[in-house]
């Protein structure tokens, strides 16, 4: 290996060290005398910063840069200078050798780490900064596990560091917090010249004065959903690196929008350089990386949350503490159904998750349908009305809007949800099938103005159509038109260019549905009452939001669901029919191997015999895992994600391998009399893109769903701490 270092010289304060510590070694073997010694010559070194030549102290914008200063010709030792862009941070790692680190420019913290009594690496006393002129040691005899990182969230840092070997030949460890070691050999960042930064850097700093400014910004965490439910910024989206060809244009419509990319996967890989070329090849002209990514968000003191819709939940949670929405126990709504009182049970959540599981007796109603249809079901104004979700935020959100809608009668969230209801040990009915009823002229016009009312006082504005098509075309404004009613209702006919939003969903999953924070809302349905209640709850989330009106039946005639626009794949793809595949298959001396990329609930529902599950995000170790084969067949649902994945696979097998693309995916292969296998079969990789949620299934452990609740209950603390969240509460 060749490498460029400096000339020494050209650098006489170099010079002049590296000769004192080759007398230095040449007079002792003592590791201690050498430490001592060392810290000495070394603060004297960066005690003044006008040595270091500019190509030795250029940041990278994707991670920290190690250039090789000096290299002993007997390997006893190595200096090198330590280059950190803002943010910037190393995994937990050893050194194997001793080592100095003395600092020449910014500021580093550095947290040592130790094992407990269960093997397992935790920190180990206080943080330790690092400012210009500061000497550490580090040794496998006085501590050799630490994590650095740069202090500074707006600006590089620089240390210089020296080794007792040759630390660019040292094999050395990373300790991950799972618990898994892995091995690493730290190479060279020397080159002539460094290219310029491919992608824009954002500051935390800066991201933070753009929230609190209201401005569009699309904070993209681009790890699959698991990894990205444990920590993440409060308004970060999630868009899997896999899904961004399928997934971007919809949810970050305007190809100008402020976007920050960061993302890390399990085995270590990068994923946000990668994100970042494909939103550039897709048309975004305004991509940035996130300083030292989730770590560097965090180290300049980004407050993090876990789970998955955060916004919405935590917003549930402002909304109990200000109003103090009222609620009943688990235990006494049970009374109430088992002493037969004039009582009925709404269950706010959508309709296939009701029918996993439900409060017996209760009725589906989901959350936008519930002022609407709470009359018709309670006409007596003295029925107690009680509803629920799986945890909290619909039960919270739900009852407070019929509250504010001014219903007469009783209202009360079962406190909890179900998730309540099973720490309670009580049963939970399964496959429930009871749905809201149609309501009267009279009941919707009643229910159209106590809506109305309500989201005047939440600040909802009114828009024409004219107006929205305007908006609609606007490069300058992001704008989302959502149509708030049913799925059903939708698809029997809509307002052209609507998407289908349900409202109780679109309230609860809005850093989904609109994934540029800071961008408009328009809301419609046919009756006045769904769009608007669902406006007030997002004025309220600090979104602008307007409901569409002056629309006549002959509005809501369109029935045409175009599927949403993608762009061309990266190079050509070979599209082959179901029935190619079915003759492929059924010889086996073809060695056919078909890969599917649906989502791991889809695939579990439904895949081609012999199909292996696989992740792109991880398509290495799918690749290792799944059999061996001289052609590939890439499938997924509907084929709309794995045509993407093509130039992936073909550059990640060998040179005549065949890589050919299932064209309509895996309905294609039932259109053509196929059948579907079910279940976790051949599952190439672990799960991590679904978060298994504690309050969704039957079988979920009562630490978990415990758990969840406690996290629930602190997330209003979380946002006074975040502070850019702009939530007010009626």
Known sequence: MTLRTPQLADTPRLHNFVNQLDALLNSTSDE??????????????VSQDDWLPDDYALPNPERYQQFLLYADPDDRFSVVSFVWGPGQATPIHDHTVWGLIGMLRGAELCQPFAKNAQGQWQPSGEQTRLTPGHVEAVSPTIGDVHRVWNALSDQASISIHVYGANIGKVSRHVF?????VKEFISGYSNAKAQAPLEFPLASYASIRETLLQRQEIAILDVREEDPFAQCHPLFAANMPLGRIEADAWTRIPRLDTFTVVYGTAFNGDDLALPAARTLKRMGYTNVHLLAGGLQGWQDAGGEVFRDVNVPSKSFGELVESKRHTPSLSAQEVKALIDAKADV????ARRFDEYQTMSIPSGISVPGAELVLRARALAPNVTTRIIVNCAGRTRSIIGTQSLINSGIPNPVSALRNGTIGWTLAGQELVKGARDHFPEVDDATRAKAAASAFAVAM????????MDEVNVWLADPTRTTYFFDVRTPEEYAAGHVAGARSAPGGQLVQETDHQAAVRGARLVLCDNDGVRAHMSASWLAQ???????????????????????????????????VKADQVKTWLANRNSHTVVLDFSTSAQYIQGHIHSAWWVLRT??????????????????????????????????????????????GGNAAWVAAGGKLNTGAHQMAVERVDRYRRPYEGTNNPVE??????DWEFGLVEQLARDGTHHFKVI
């Open 32 to 45: 201690a005398a050498i430490l001592a010694s060392g810290k000495t010559l070394l603060a004297d070194l």
């Open 176 to 180: 991950h917090e799972d618990g898994t």
């Open 344 to 347: 009925v049970v709404m269950d």
């Open 457 to 464: 006082r939440a600040g909802v504005k009114r828009v024409r």
């Open 541 to 575: 989330m600090g979104w602008e939001v307007y409901v569409l009106h002056g629309l006549t039946d002959e509005d809501f005639t369109h029935t045409d669901m175009p599927p949403p626009r993608v762009p061309e794949p990266q190079s050509q793809v070979t599209a």
């Open 618 to 663: 991880q398509l290495k170790e799918s690749l290792t895992a799944a059999h061996k084969g001289y052609r590939y067949v890439l499938t997924c649902s509907n084929g709309s994600v794995s045509r993407f994945a093509l130039a992936d696979v073909q550059a990640a097998v060998k040179p005549g391998v065949d890589v050919v693309w299932l064209e």
């Open 704 to 709: 978990a769903m415990q758990g969840y609740l």
